[in-house]
C-alpha cells in the first residue's frame, strides 16, 4: 500500500497529455497524502477498481496542511459535468444488475399542480408530459446554470457566491463528516450527491444554491409522504384585491435560508438517514474553509476528492424539506395566535386592534398585510428575532407600495386598485426566444390567435426535436405568465399545452402569431379592482364552445370578477362529448362551479360575507339548473343531469344563484374561442380593466364612429372630392344630405357640386 502511494502522484502526471494539463494543486495534494500514509501505514485502503495500481479511495489525517490554493482559485478550473460516479466495492466476479432509482413522474398531472398555480382545488388535466421532460419544465420557470456554466456567466460574482453558500452551509452546522470506514456499501450507493446552482436574482444578486439530488430518497419515501402545500394562486389573487380594497399596509418578506434553519428529522420510522456526498471542487472549498473538520475524513474516488456528510439539517434538494419547513413555519405562527384558513393551509389570519392581519406563505416567501403600518412592522421584528442570522444572512422585507412576489408585481399605487404585471418576465421571455427572426417576419396581428386555432392538420409536418424542445419551454413559460398577469393570452395558450406532445409546423406558426402579439402588447397591465359595500359579489361568467375541437369535444372558459379585472380564469378542454350546445354549456358550469365554491367557502374562513352569482347566457341551460329536470329534461340530456345536478342542489341551498346575461356581454366567451375584432377588444378589456387600453380603445371607437369628413375636416374632403367626377359629387352630396353622421357638416359646403 504504502508503495502505491508512493506512484499515486506520478500516475496522476502520467494521465496528463502534456505539461500544460498536470493539475499543480492536485500534485500537492497527492504529496500530502504520500507523506500522511507514510506515517500512518495501518490507515485502510479502499479501492473502487481492484486491477488498478493506484487507489481510488483514502483518507486523510487531522493534521494535513492548509490548501495551497485561495478559495476563488478552486473555482478557476471549471470541474466537469459528467464526473464519474464509481462503482461500489466488491467481492465477486458476478455481473451486477443496475440499481434501479425510483424517479418521480408527472405522468397524469397538469403543469398547474406541479408549479402549485393551484394546489388545494386540482385543475384539468390540459399539460401532461413524460418525466424526461422535466428539464425542459425547468427551464421554463427558472434560468439556473450549474457551477460549470454558471461560473462562465457570471465570473467572480459567481465564485464568491460559491463560497458565501459553502461557508454558510459549514456555520448554520447543516451537516457533520463521517468516516467512510462506518459506512456499508448500501449506505454509500444511496448518498445523494451534492448539486450546485446559480441564478441571478431580479434585483441583480449573484446567487448560488447547494442542493442534494433527492431522488435516491424515492427509494425508502413516497411523493405523498413527503409532499408539502403552497399557497394558492387563487388566494393570491383574491387576497390581493382585499388589500387593495381595504387600503392595507402591505410588505413582502423572505425567510433567508429558511430550510438549513429547521432541523432534519425522520417523517417515517422506516426511513433511512439521510447522507450527502460531495466532491470535486466543493469538497475542496469544505476543505479551505475548515481543514481540521473534514480533512479527516476525506477520501478519493477515481481521482476525485470525496466527503461523506450526515444532514442534520433541511438542505435543499431533499424532497422532504419543504414539508418540514412548513410544519415549522406553521407552528411558529400558530404560536404566535394565527389561525389557518382549512380551504387553503398556507394562508393564515389574526385579528389585530379589531382588524384582520393575513399572512399567505409560498415555501419561504412570505405576503402580509394589516391595515395599520405598525402592526406590520411588529411582524417583521417577530421574523427578524425568530429567523435572522445578521452574522450570515438579513431578512431584507420589501416595503411600499410596489412589490415582486412568486414573480409578479404587485402594484398598489392607485387606491382601491392593484395592478399586476410581469413586464421583466416578458421581456426575458422574448430574449430568451431563439427564433425571434421568425417572429419579426410575421405580419403585426391584433389577436393572439386567429379564428382557426382549435383546428388540426392530420397531414402537417411534425417538428423536429430541438424545435419540439423550444416549442414545450416557451409554451410552458406562457402558461406560467398567462395564469398569473395576462390571462388574455387565453384560450392560445391552453390550446398549446394540449399539442406540446405532438406539434406540428402549423403548432408553431401559432406560437410565433401568439408571442407576436405579446410583443405587441407587452405593456398590457392586469388591473383589479373590488366594488364597493361589505359583501364581496363574486361574479362567474362560464362559457362553452361547442364541438370547436379536432374530436368534436367542446371548449370552457369561465371568468371570475370581483367588480373590474378578472380575479380568475378558467381555459380548458372539455373531458367527454356533448352533444348540444346546452350540454355543452352545463358541461362549462361543472368546471366552473366547483371553483366557484371554493371560493365562496375560502372566503367565508377569511372573514367575508359574498354572493356568488353565475351568469349565463343559454337559456335552456338555465332551465335545466333551476327547475325540476324531470319538467326539462329527456332521454338525450338524462345523462347530463345524472352527471351534473347538483348544480340545482347548489342553487336550492342557496349556495349561489343564476342570472341570465346577453351574449354581447358575455365575457367567459373570450376564454372559451379565439375571438376577433371589436368584440375581442371589448371582452378583452372587461377581462385586463388596463386604463391605458381603454383610453386607446375608446378613441379608436370614437374614429370609427366619425365620418371622413368630421375626422378630417373640410379641406381633406375638397382633396378627396376634386378627384371624383360630377356624378360622383352630385351622388355624394344627395348621400350627405340623408346621413345623420354627417350633420355636423353644412350641407352649403356641397353647394358647389
Same mark, same amino acid.
Given at each position: 500500500?504504502?508503495?502505491?502511494?508512493?506512484?499515486?502522484?506520478? +500516475?496522476?502526471?502520467?494521465?496528463?497529455?502534456?505539461?500544460?494539463?498536470?493539475?499543480?494543486?492536485?500534485?500537492?495534494?497527492?504529496?500530502?497524502?504520500?507523506?500522511?500514509?507514510?506515517?500512518?501505514?495501518?490507515?485502510?485502503?479502499?479501492?473502487?477498481?481492484?486491477?488498478?495500481?493506484?487507489?481510488?479511495?483514502?483518507?486523510?489525517?487531522?493534521?494535513?496542511?492548509?490548501?495551497?490554493?485561495?478559495?476563488?482559485?478552486?473555482?478557476?478550473?471549471?470541474?466537469?459535468?459528467?464526473?464519474?460516479?464509481?462503482?461500489?466495492? @466488491?467481492?465477486?466476479?458476478?455481473?451486477?444488475?443496475?440499481?434501479?432509482?425510483?424517479?418521480?413522474?408527472?405522468?397524469?398531472?397538469?403543469?398547474?399542480?406541479?408549479?402549485?398555480?393551484?394546489?388545494?382545488?386540482?385543475?384539468?388535466?390540459?399539460?401532461?408530459?413524460?418525466?424526461?421532460?422535466?428539464?425542459?419544465?425547468?427551464? +421554463?420557470?427558472?434560468?439556473?446554470?450549474?457551477?460549470?456554466?454558471?461560473?462562465?456567466?457570471?465570473?467572480?460574482?459567481? /465564485?464568491?457566491?460559491?463560497?458565501?453558500?459553502?461557508?454558510?452551509?459549514?456555520?448554520?452546522?447543516?451537516?457533520?463528516?463521517?468516516?467512510?470506514?462506518?459506512?456499508?456499501?448500501?449506505?454509500?450507493?444511496? +448518498?445523494?450527491?451534492?448539486?450546485?446552482?446559480?441564478?441571478?436574482?431580479?434585483?441583480?444578486?449573484?446567487?448560488?444554491?447547494?442542493?442534494?439530488?433527492?431522488?435516491?430518497?424515492?427509494?425508502?419515501?413516497?411523493?405523498?409522504?413527503?409532499?408539502?402545500?403552497?399557497?394558492?394562486?387563487?388566494?393570491?389573487?383574491?387576497?390581493?384585491?382585499?388589500?387593495?380594497?381595504?387600503?392595507?399596509?402591505?410588505?413582502?418578506?423572505?425567510?433567508?435560508?429558511?430550510?438549513?434553519?429547521?432541523?432534519?428529522?425522520?417523517?417515517?420510522?422506516?426511513?433511512?438517514?439521510?447522507?450527502?456526498?460531495?466532491?470535486?471542487?466543493?469538497?475542496?472549498?469544505?476543505?479551505?474553509?475548515?481543514?481540521?473538520?473534514?480533512?479527516?475524513?476525506?477520501?478519493?474516488?477515481?481521482?476525485?476528492?470525496?466527503?461523506?456528510?450526515?444532514?442534520?439539517?433541511?438542505?435543499?434538494?431533499?424532497?422532504?424539506?419543504?414539508?418540514?419547513?412548513? @410544519?415549522?413555519?406553521?407552528?411558529?405562527?400558530?404560536?404566535?395566535?394565527?389561525?389557518?384558513?382549512?380551504?387553503?393551509?398556507?394562508?393564515?389570519?389574526?385579528?389585530?386592534?379589531?382588524?384582520?392581519?393575513?399572512?399567505?406563505?409560498?415555501?419561504?416567501?412570505?405576503?402580509?398585510?394589516?391595515?395599520?403600518?405598525?402592526?406590520?412592522?411588529?411582524?417583521?421584528?417577530?421574523?427578524?428575532?425568530?429567523?435572522?442570522?445578521?452574522?450570515?444572512?438579513?431578512?431584507?422585507?420589501?416595503?411600499?407600495?410596489?412589490?415582486?412576489?412568486?414573480?409578479?408585481?404587485?402594484?398598489?399605487?392607485?387606491?382601491?386598485?392593484?395592478?399586476?404585471?410581469?413586464?421583466?418576465?416578458?421581456?426575458?421571455?422574448?430574449?430568451?426566444?431563439?427564433?425571434?427572426?421568425?417572429?419579426?417576419?410575421?405580419?403585426?396581428?391584433?389577436?393572439?390567435?386567429?379564428?382557426?386555432?382549435?383546428?388540426?392538420?392530420?397531414?402537417?409536418?411534425?417538428?423536429?426535436?430541438?424545435?419540439?424542445?423550444?416549442?414545450?419551454?416557451?409554451?410552458?413559460?406562457?402558461?406560467?405568465?398567462?395564469?398569473?398577469?395576462?390571462?388574455?393570452?387565453?384560450?392560445?395558450?391552453?390550446?398549446?399545452?394540449?399539442?406540446?406532445?405532438?406539434?406540428?409546423?402549423?403548432?408553431?406558426?401559432?406560437?410565433?402569431?401568439?408571442?407576436?402579439?405579446?410583443?405587441?402588447? /407587452?405593456?398590457?397591465?392586469?388591473?383589479?379592482?373590488?366594488?364597493?359595500?361589505?359583501?364581496?359579489?363574486?361574479?362567474?361568467?362560464?362559457?362553452?364552445?361547442?364541438?370547436?375541437?379536432?374530436?368534436?369535444?367542446?371548449?370552457?372558459?369561465?371568468?371570475?370578477?370581483?367588480?373590474?379585472?378578472?380575479?380568475?380564469?378558467?381555459?380548458?378542454?372539455?373531458?367527454?362529448?356533448?352533444?348540444?350546445?346546452?350540454?355543452?354549456?352545463?358541461?362549462?358550469?361543472?368546471?366552473?362551479?366547483?371553483?366557484?365554491?371554493?371560493?365562496?367557502?375560502?372566503?367565508?374562513?377569511?372573514?367575508?360575507?359574498?354572493?356568488?352569482?353565475?351568469?349565463?347566457?343559454?337559456?335552456?341551460?338555465?332551465?335545466?339548473?333551476?327547475?325540476?329536470?324531470?319538467?326539462?329534461?329527456?332521454?338525450?340530456?338524462?345523462?347530463?343531469?345524472?352527471?351534473?345536478?347538483?348544480?340545482?342542489?347548489?342553487?336550492?341551498?342557496?349556495?349561489?344563484?343564476?342570472?341570465?346575461?346577453?351574449?354581447?356581454?358575455?365575457?367567459?366567451?373570450?376564454?372559451?374561442?379565439?375571438?376577433?375584432?371589436?368584440?375581442?377588444?371589448?371582452?378583452?378589456?372587461?377581462?385586463?380593466?388596463?386604463?391605458?387600453?381603454?383610453?386607446?380603445?375608446?378613441?379608436?371607437?370614437?374614429?370609427?364612429?366619425?365620418?371622413?369628413?368630421?375626422?378630417?375636416?373640410?379641406?381633406?374632403?375638397?382633396?378627396?372630392?376634386?378627384?371624383?367626377?360630377?356624378?360622383?359629387?352630385?351622388? @355624394?352630396?344627395?348621400?350627405?344630405?340623408?346621413?345623420?353622421?354627417? @350633420?355636423?357638416?353644412?350641407?352649403?359646403?356641397?353647394?358647389?357640386?
Amino acid at each position: 500500500t504504502r508503495g502505491a502511494h508512493e506512484d499515486h502522484g506520478g +500516475a496522476h502526471a502520467m494521465r496528463a497529455q502534456n505539461i500544460d494539463d498536470i493539475d499543480p494543486y492536485q500534485l500537492e495534494l497527492d504529496k500530502n497524502i504520500n507523506e500522511i500514509m507514510r506515517q500512518q501505514p495501518n490507515m485502510r485502503e479502499i479501492s473502487t477498481n481492484r486491477t488498478s495500481t493506484a487507489p481510488n479511495r483514502t483518507s486523510i489525517a487531522r493534521d494535513a496542511p492548509l490548501l495551497p490554493r485561495d478559495d476563488e482559485d478552486l473555482l478557476d478550473e471549471i470541474p466537469r459535468d459528467d464526473e464519474p460516479v464509481p462503482e461500489s466495492p @466488491r467481492r465477486t466476479t458476478r455481473i451486477p444488475k443496475p440499481t434501479s432509482f425510483l424517479k418521480p413522474s408527472f405522468k397524469g398531472q397538469s403543469y398547474d399542480e406541479t408549479n402549485h398555480l393551484i394546489t388545494q382545488v386540482h385543475p384539468e388535466e390540459t399539460m401532461l408530459y413524460e418525466p424526461e421532460e422535466a428539464e425542459i419544465l425547468a427551464q +421554463a420557470f427558472v434560468q439556473t446554470y450549474n457551477l460549470t456554466k454558471g461560473i462562465q456567466k457570471f465570473g467572480d460574482k459567481g /465564485k464568491q457566491a460559491v463560497i458565501d453558500e459553502m461557508k454558510q452551509l459549514h456555520n448554520r452546522t447543516v451537516f457533520k463528516p463521517i468516516n467512510i470506514n462506518e459506512l456499508d456499501d448500501k449506505a454509500r450507493r444511496t +448518498a445523494m450527491e451534492s448539486l450546485l446552482f446559480l441564478l441571478e436574482k431580479r434585483d441583480g444578486r449573484i446567487k448560488a444554491r447547494n442542493v442534494a439530488d433527492g431522488r435516491k430518497q424515492r427509494i425508502w419515501m413516497s411523493k405523498e409522504e413527503a409532499a408539502s402545500p403552497t399557497v394558492a394562486l387563487e388566494s393570491v389573487m383574491l387576497s390581493a384585491v382585499i388589500d387593495a380594497k381595504e387600503e392595507r399596509e402591505v410588505a413582502v418578506v423572505d425567510i433567508p435560508n429558511a430550510f438549513v434553519q429547521t432541523e432534519n428529522e425522520k417523517l417515517k420510522e422506516h426511513h433511512k438517514t439521510d447522507m450527502l456526498k460531495i466532491k470535486g471542487r466543493l469538497a475542496d472549498i469544505l476543505l479551505q474553509i475548515a481543514p481540521e473538520v473534514y480533512g479527516p475524513f476525506v477520501t478519493k474516488e477515481n481521482g476525485i476528492t470525496v466527503i461523506y456528510l450526515e444532514i442534520l439539517r433541511a438542505l435543499y434538494g431533499m424532497i422532504k424539506s419543504p414539508l418540514l419547513f412548513y @410544519r415549522k413555519l406553521r407552528k411558529d405562527l400558530e404560536a404566535a395566535g394565527f389561525k389557518v384558513n382549512p380551504y387553503d393551509i398556507c394562508v393564515a389570519n389574526k385579528t389585530v386592534k379589531g382588524k384582520q392581519f393575513t399572512v399567505l406563505w409560498h415555501v419561504d416567501d412570505l405576503k402580509i398585510s394589516h391595515v395599520d403600518t405598525p402592526v406590520v412592522d411588529e411582524f417583521i421584528e417577530w421574523a427578524r428575532a425568530k429567523y435572522e442570522d445578521k452574522e450570515i444572512t438579513k431578512l431584507k422585507p420589501s416595503r411600499g407600495k410596489i412589490h415582486d412576489y412568486l414573480g409578479i408585481t404587485l402594484d398598489y399605487t392607485t387606491k382601491g386598485k392593484v395592478k399586476i404585471s410581469m413586464q421583466d418576465y416578458i421581456d426575458k421571455m422574448l430574449q430568451e426566444f431563439p427564433y425571434i427572426d421568425q417572429v419579426n417576419k410575421v405580419k403585426k396581428v391584433s389577436t393572439p390567435a386567429a379564428d382557426y386555432l382549435f383546428s388540426i392538420n392530420p397531414q402537417a409536418e411534425k417538428l423536429s426535436n430541438e424545435l419540439k424542445d423550444e416549442f414545450h419551454t416557451t409554451v410552458a413559460k406562457g402558461l406560467f405568465l398567462c395564469k398569473r398577469a395576462r390571462p388574455d393570452l387565453q384560450p392560445t395558450i391552453p390550446f398549446l399545452c394540449t399539442r406540446v406532445k405532438n406539434p406540428d409546423v402549423d403548432d408553431w406558426k401559432k406560437l410565433l402569431r401568439m408571442l407576436k402579439y405579446l410583443e405587441s402588447t /407587452k405593456d398590457l397591465v392586469l388591473t383589479l379592482e373590488a366594488d364597493k359595500g361589505d359583501i364581496l359579489l363574486c361574479k362567474w361568467y362560464p362559457d362553452a364552445a361547442f364541438a370547436v375541437h379536432s374530436d368534436f369535444k367542446s371548449h370552457t372558459g369561465a371568468v371570475l370578477t370581483l367588480g373590474k379585472g378578472a380575479v380568475n380564469t378558467i381555459s380548458s378542454k372539455q373531458k367527454l362529448n356533448t352533444r348540444s350546445s346546452t350540454e355543452a354549456e352545463l358541461v362549462g358550469v361543472n368546471d366552473t362551479i366547483t371553483q366557484a365554491l371554493w371560493t365562496k367557502n375560502f372566503l367565508a374562513e377569511q372573514g367575508y360575507n359574498s354572493e356568488t352569482t353565475i351568469y349565463q347566457d343559454n337559456t335552456s341551460a338555465m332551465a335545466l339548473e333551476q327547475k325540476e329536470g324531470t319538467e326539462n329534461s329527456s332521454k338525450r340530456t338524462r345523462h347530463i343531469n345524472i352527471r351534473y345536478y347538483f348544480i340545482k342542489d347548489c342553487i336550492n341551498k342557496k349556495q349561489l344563484s343564476v342570472q341570465y346575461c346577453p351574449t354581447d356581454d358575455m365575457i367567459g366567451d373570450y376564454p372559451s374561442k379565439p375571438l376577433q375584432g371589436r368584440k375581442f377588444k371589448k371582452h378583452r378589456q372587461a377581462i385586463m380593466n388596463d386604463e391605458k387600453q381603454q383610453k386607446s380603445e375608446n378613441h379608436d371607437i370614437n374614429l370609427a364612429n366619425r365620418s371622413v369628413l368630421e375626422l378630417h375636416g373640410h379641406q381633406y374632403s375638397r382633396e378627396i372630392t376634386s378627384e371624383m367626377s360630377f356624378a360622383q359629387k352630385k351622388q @355624394r352630396a344627395q348621400c350627405a344630405q340623408r346621413a345623420p353622421l354627417l @350633420r355636423a357638416v353644412p350641407v352649403t359646403y356641397f353647394s358647389e357640386f
